[in-house]
């Protein structure tokens, strides 16, 4: 069973949340700002917020800015991860990132129909890694904001989490990379 190992120190995380949308403004980013709060709550920082256009080359120049970043650790988006014709956000994850982490979109969905159901299936929410940046794109409710940070995010980011988490990885993220 998962648990929060307090003789562990806790690492807080650097964290860009970026909010994909054609409609909304910051006023009205009530998700980015709820996962701001969360994020910030659990002691973790965040770096930046901003809002990008459902716009697949200005998303993907974003993330490939964030992955870039050395002051970046995870990148955390909400909105456009539907089925629509505007919902691109999956598509500008698929060309950033080096490895997708599947069991991030299967957890979310399975923790996600224990509140809408079936209807579940019409998110793609994705994480992955991208040059030593996790990044993680959920859809843009706040709710499902909400799930995905309280029931995911903030375990796997924690440092104290056993029997793993993804910060203690962090070093070896680009192991790739070097000769």
């Known amino acids: 069973m998962a648990r929060i190992d307090e003789s562990k120190p806790f690492l807080p995380v650097n964290v ?9 403004t910051p ?19 965040v770096v930046g917020r901003e809002i990008v256009k ?8 974003r993330l490939e800015a964030c992955a870039a970043d050395p002051a970046v650790d995870v990148v955390i988006t909400t909105g456009g991860t539907g089925v629509t014709g505007r919902d691109v956000t999956p598509e500008a994850f698929s060309r950033v990132m080096e490895k997708e982490i599947e069991g991030f979109g299967e957890l979310f969905r399975w923790i996600s129909y224990k509140t809408v159901g079936t209807s579940t299936i ?37 440092s104290r989490h ?16 070097q000769a």
């Not at 006023?27 to 920082?45: F, Q, V, Y």
């Not at 056993?162 to 990379?177: A, K, S, T, Y």
């Open 27 to 45: 006023k009205e980013d009530k998700s980015g700002r709820n996962l701001e709060e969360m994020i910030t709550a659990d002691g973790h920082k």
């Open 162 to 177: 056993r029997p793993c988490n993804l910060v203690e990885l962090m070093p070896r993220l680009q192991e790739h990379l």
């Open 122 to 158: 019409q998110s793609r929410a994705v994480g992955g890694v991208a040059g030593g940046t996790y990044f993680f794109a959920l859809p843009g409710s706040p709710g499902a904001c909400r799930d995905g940070w309280q029931e995911i995010l903030r375990f796997q980011l924690d």
């Open 16 to 24: 860009r949340v970026i909010t994909v949308s054609d409609t909304r």
């Open 54 to 61: 459902d716009d697949v080359p200005a998303l993907v120049e």
